[in-house]
């Protein structure tokens, strides 16, 4: 059994976190045994070992935030899994392990589907699902514009906003990345750049944009809030750029933009448990029934940590990087 641990932080992430031994006693009452099937690194956890992200756990300390398993072994009092069951493994609890022990009571019993993308549903799915939906009342055939539209969230909410109807204008850093998110459905995509509010102007034929989404950061940003119309909010949730928001005044002035920031950990402590489960509810099935996935780049096992760490914090992937242990 092993773990990817990490006892700094450090700007390499990489440098900091290694695969050692896991040793676990057998489950005690109300707990379970579970065999982790996949765990994804996402840009928040690269943020963690750098230091950088708004929450940080006590050191030493084990990655990943969300994951898959299957249960494979019951302790005493434990009636409602059976061994074999897949789960959803609690939030932040220490995901790239091969096996962890857990509460039973913390563990959410998921439909048999591909485990890979099950993996991904705690983090990057909601966001995209609400930034959709807390911000601006949109309605079908409305237009909405987002950056970082190759990473995990910008898949997911180009394939939510076509379930729910909505168009998305898609922008990407580099040109290579623009095959893949069209193929994904996204109605319009284009590279950023200085002039990106004239090129989405000529695409939409001059469309009310209401909705800005960002994960970038510096220049960035204000591309974004130049595209909106008047009264537009533009919600910012990411910093890929390790820049502040930059926003001309003439958004905020003449045009009445609003930025916002959105953070999901905030949601998930203001949320009430009946909002939360009407979520994941919706995105279970989804996810479930093969109409919400993502690109998987590469999976890796434990053993391989700093490898995969290294690629997940690489601009260039095409995909989620996963842990999935032997």
């Not at 994804?40 to 956890?45: G, V």
């Not at 019993?109 to 993996?119: F, G, K, R, T, V």
């Not at 966001?127 to 969230?153: E, K």
């Amino acid at each position: 059994m092993l773990k990817a641990q990490y006892q700094v932080r450090g700007p390499v992430p990489q440098d900091v976190i290694e695969a050692v031994e896991l040793q676990l006693p057998a489950p005690a009452a109300g707990e379970v045994r579970v065999k982790v099937q996949a765990a994804p690194i996402n840009p928040s956890d690269v943020l963690t070992l750098t230091g950088e992200y708004g929450m940080l756990p006590p050191l030493p300390a084990i990655g990943g935030n969300e994951g898959v398993g299957r249960v494979e072994e019951l302790g005493a009092e434990v009636s409602h899994l059976k061994v074999g069951q897949l789960v959803l493994l609690p939030v932040g609890c220490g995901t790239w392990v091969s096996h962890l022990n857990a509460p039973a009571s913390k563990l959410i019993p998921l439909p048999e589907a591909d485990p890979q993308q099950l993996a991904m549903m705690t983090v990057n799915p909601p966001t995209a699902s609400l930034l959709l939906s807390q911000f601006v009342d949109l309605q079908p055939g409305d237009w909405v514009i987002q950056n970082a539209a190759n990473s995990g969230v910008g898949s997911y909410l180009v394939q939510l906003a076509k379930l729910r109807g909505f168009k998305t204008i898609n922008v990407v850093r580099r040109e290579s990345a623009v095959a893949g998110v069209e193929a994904e459905g996204g109605d319009v995509v284009l590279v950023d750049g200085p002039d990106l509010a004239k090129r989405v102007r000529a695409a939409t034929g001059g469309a009310d944009v209401r909705l800005g989404i960002d994960a970038v950061g510096g220049a960035a940003t204000d591309h974004l809030a130049a595209c909106l119309c008047e009264g537009g909010v533009l919600v910012n949730y990411g910093m890929m750029s390790r820049q502040p928001c930059q926003v001309s005044a003439a958004s905020f002035v003449f045009r009445d933009v609003t930025l916002k920031g959105f953070w999901l950990a905030k949601w998930f402590r203001q949320a009430t448990q009946a909002e939360q489960m009407r979520v994941f509810g919706e995105l279970t099935q989804l996810i479930a029934s093969g109409k919400l996935r993502a690109r998987v780049a590469a999976t890796y096992d434990v053993s391989e940590i700093k490898q995969a760490v290294a690629a997940a914090a690489s601009g260039e992937r095409d995909g989620k990087i996963l842990i999935v242990p032997k």
